[in-house]
Each structure stands twice: as structure tokens, then as C-alpha cells.
């Protein structure tokens, strides 16, 4: 369901979405579900508990918006579960009674493997609302529709649990505890709250690639085993080599990723400002917001930030802003949101008027360029434009081998304005065959 249906389905406003930064003023957590122990009244199936949430949106110009939402807590909430022993009003798909055990996975597991939990042959699979919150808000509409997909597909054998709106499983957030570290805690005691609701006839497994809180939380409950990713893949699915490969190229991928980052850092780019910087600065106007949009007859040298529709305090500017060079446009693609800083009116420059046959002539372009604008660089990105790219492969002998089947390559897009994109494939043979 999307976010503002979760709250209605569950009795409540508007309960999902948004990242948290501060969870409800009251809460009641059950000893069994390993929160701290606190004598309270018994509730009545009907019974709900009201609570206000306040979260910290963004909207999709960039803007933090502050909201205040009704948070209802209650006793009965679906489990989805054929081995419920408390009567629950499951209904439509259910985790089959055949299965050997159930496996939650983390939010960070979630949002790094989803490919691999699209699996079939991975079986009684329980998404917490936690989780999907954070994928919908931290990944994109994209990734959230795959989520989204995958629990509706009959074929697939997982279901979501309303983590949040259980009066025992829900815990709140504490104060200076950050966002992820509440994510993690809260899956966790939801996890416990499975397996003493199903009167621990089925073991659960909670996956997670943090190693904190899996020597925290690994031997605290009998019957709930909390273990890394890979751990789980290798012990439960040995013969799965499908899954095994996929997650060596995706653990293979985010590693050349965090290096090159490393690599480039202080170098090349300097390092996009953090958000709530950049949403300060636009509310007093000393940065911008705006959308990139990239010349295409010199995607490498220039590009404009247009502020249309945009509304920024107390900048006056009618025109677009030019974006000189790669460095000044920082990482930033076409289509995304950006912050942009304005240079001093000794640096502006001038569009370039007449296309040159080599982009490098730096002398050809000093001498076609127009009257001086508007010129900034690019200091943050408030929201990426991710979508799919058509791309075409080098030839074979530009191709970098990177070992174990896998390969390294270096591929052009069809749009002029997307720079060169290098991806990791055990295919690339057959890639490099395949023809329109």
C-alpha cells in the first residue's frame, strides 16, 4: 500500500512516510518483545492507544516541511502468518505452514539486495513497515514500486507486517538516537514480536549488515537469530549459485563505488554541502534551487540551472544560471534538483554562441561567447533524476577484466547529456552480442 493508505487501513491519518526525526511523545512497549518492562493496563482487541508523530518531509522541490500526525497504536494488527495462534483477521496472501523458517530483513537489506529478495526460491519473506518506509523515502518512487510489486505478486511468497502500528512491537525513538540506529532496534523488536506471537513454532531470522547490532541482539532471544546477509545466503541457500553471484556483484559494485568516491575526494569535486545546510541557505538565499538541464551540443563544458516554477527568497534572477565545466557542475545530471551558488559578478561568463569542433579549444570559445550572465557551481543535490539509460558497449579489447568471470565496463549513453557510466557484469560476452 502506498504510505497515506497505511495510515487509513490502520485506523489512523497519515501514519507512514517521511523520515522520522522524532517518534511519538508515548508508547507502550511488551516485555516480550525485549522492550523495558512496564505495568499496563490490559486493552481490549478495539482499543487503540493515540499518539502524535512529528516528522521532518521533503518535498519534491527539496523543502523540509515539518508535519504532526496522529499515530494510532492497537493490540490486533494482521500478521499474515497460517501459524497465527492469536486468531488474527489475516487477509489475502499468507506465509505458507510448510516453510522451515520466516526471514526479516533490515532496512539496509532492503534497500541494497531488493534484486536478490525477488527471488522466488526465497521463501517466507516478512517486510516490516519500517523497512519500506525507508525505501520509499531514502531510495526513490523506483525502488519503492519494485517493493511494492513484489508483495502483490502471488508468486512471491512475502508479505508486510505494520510493524509501527502494534502496541508491543513499536518502540520509540530515543532521544540523540539517529535515524538509522532506531531502524535497525525497531525492526529488531518487531522481529521479537513475531516469534513470541506465533508462539515460537517458527524460527525467525533477522538479516542485517550491521555488525553492531548483531553482536548485540545474536544470542539475546532463543529462537530469533540475527546474522549478516551473506551468513544467511550461505547457510540457508547453499545451492542457490544464482543469488551467490548476484550478491558477490553487488557487494563487488558498492565496494568500486565507496573507492572511487575515496579516490576522488578532495580532488577532483568538492563534497556536495549536507541537506540541512542546503535547505538553510535556500530559505535565506544564498543558494538556489533549481533544475540542471545540460546543453546538448557541449554537455561537457556547459550547462544552465533553470529556477522556473522554483521559488527562492530573495533571489531576483529571471534568467537561467550558466554552469561552466564539469567541476562547477559537481556531480550533478541532467534533470536533477540542485543547489546552486552564485559566483561574484568578476566571474560570470557568457553563453557560447557558435559550436566549435574540438570542446578543448579554449581560445575558439573565449572568443564566441556572449554577453556575461548569471554564473554559478553546483554545491549540492537535493534530489537525483534517477531513471534507466539505453547505452551502447565498447569494443571487446576496451574491456577491463576484473576477475571471477566478472568484468568492468565502460558504456555510452544515447543521451548526449549523460556522461560515460561504468558498470560490473559476468555477461559481458553476451552483451557485447546482443543486437537491436
Not at 92 to 120: C, M, R, S
Not at 334 to 359: F, T
Not at 411 to 416: A, H, I, L, S
Amino acid at each position: 500500500l502506498p504510505a497515506c493508505a497505511w495510515g487509513r487501513k490502520m485506523g489512523g491519518r497519515k501514519a507512514g512516510g517521511g523520515r522520522p526525526s522524532c517518534l511519538p511523545r508515548s508508547a507502550v512497549v511488551s516485555p516480550a518483545a525485549g522492550g523495558p518492562s512496564a505495568a499496563q493496563p490490559p486493552l481490549s482487541g478495539r482499543t487503540m492507544i493515540k499518539t502524535e508523530k512529528v516528522l521532518h518531509l521533503r518535498s519534491c522541490k527539496g523543502r523540509s516541511v515539518r508535519v504532526v500526525r496522529e499515530h494510532y497504536l492497537r493490540e490486533r494488527v494482521p500478521c499474515h502468518s497460517s501459524r497465527c495462534q492469536a486468531a488474527c483477521r489475516n487477509e489475502g496472501k499468507l506465509l505458507a505452514e510448510n516453510a522451515t523458517h520466516y526471514v526479516i530483513p533490515d532496512w539496509k537489506v532492503v534497500q541494497d539486495y531488493l534484486e536478490i529478495l525477488e527471488f522466488p526460491e526465497l521463501r517466507g519473506i516478512v517486510f516490516m513497515q519500517t523497512a519500506c518506509q525507508a525505501v520509499q523515502h531514502q531510495k526513490g518512487r523506483r525502488q519503492y514500486n519494485k517493493l511494492r510489486n513484489l508483495l502483490k505478486d502471488a508468486r512471491h511468497e512475502c508479505v508486510m507486517f505494520f510493524n509501527e502500528f502494534q502496541l508491543y512491537s513499536y518502540v520509540p525513538r530515543e532521544q540523540g538516537e539517529s535515524v538509522e540506529k532506531w531502524q535497525t532496534r525497531c525492526i529488531y523488536y518487531a522481529t521479537v514480536w513475531y516469534y513470541n506471537h506465533l508462539a515460537g513454532l517458527m524460527p525467525v531470522v533477522m538479516v542485517t549488515e550491521d555488525a553492531e547490532a548483531i553482536q548485540k541482539y545474536g544470542s539475546e532471544t532463543d529462537g530469533v537469530f540475527v546474522v549478516s546477509f551473506k551468513s544467511y545466503l550461505e547457510n540457508f541457500w547453499p545451492d542457490l549459485e544464482a543469488v551467490h553471484e548476484l550478491y558477490e556483484s553487488i557487494v563487488q559494485s558498492r565496494k568500486e563505488r565507496e573507492c572511487e568516491n575515496q579516490e576522488k575526494n578532495g580532488k577532483e569535486y568538492l563534497e556536495h554541502l549536507p541537506l540541512e545546510i542546503l535547505e538553510a541557505g535556500i530559505k535565506s538565499g544564498r543558494y538556489i534551487l533549481g533544475v540542471i538541464n545540460v546543453n546538448k551540443h557541449r554537455s561537457q563544458l556547459e550547462a544552465f540551472v533553470r529556477t522556473q516554477g522554483l521559488t527562492n527568497k530573495k533571489s531576483e534572477l529571471e534568467m537561467d544560471i550558466l554552469i561552466c565545466g564539469t567541476k562547477a557542475r559537481n556531480r550533478a545530471i541532467q534533470g536533477d534538483a540542485v543547489a546552486v551558488e552564485l559566483l561574484p559578478r568578476n566571474e560570470w561568463k557568457g553563453r557560447v554562441s557558435v559550436l566549435c569542433e574540438n570542446e578543448s579549444e579554449e581560445k575558439a570559445t573565449e572568443e564566441t561567447e556572449s554577453e556575461p550572465m548569471a554564473t554559478g557551481r553546483v554545491v549540492g543535490i537535493i534530489q537525483r533524476n534517477w531513471r534507466d539509460y539505453v547505452v551502447s558497449f565498447p569494443p571487446k579489447e576496451e574491456i577491463q577484466s576484473q576477475g571471477k568471470n566478472t568484468r568492468k565496463i565502460l558504456v555510452t549513453p544515447w543521451d548526449y547529456r549523460i556522461p560515460r557510466i561504468r558498470i560490473s557484469t559476468q555477461q559481458a560476452e553476451s552483451l557485447q552480442l546482443w543486437k537491436c
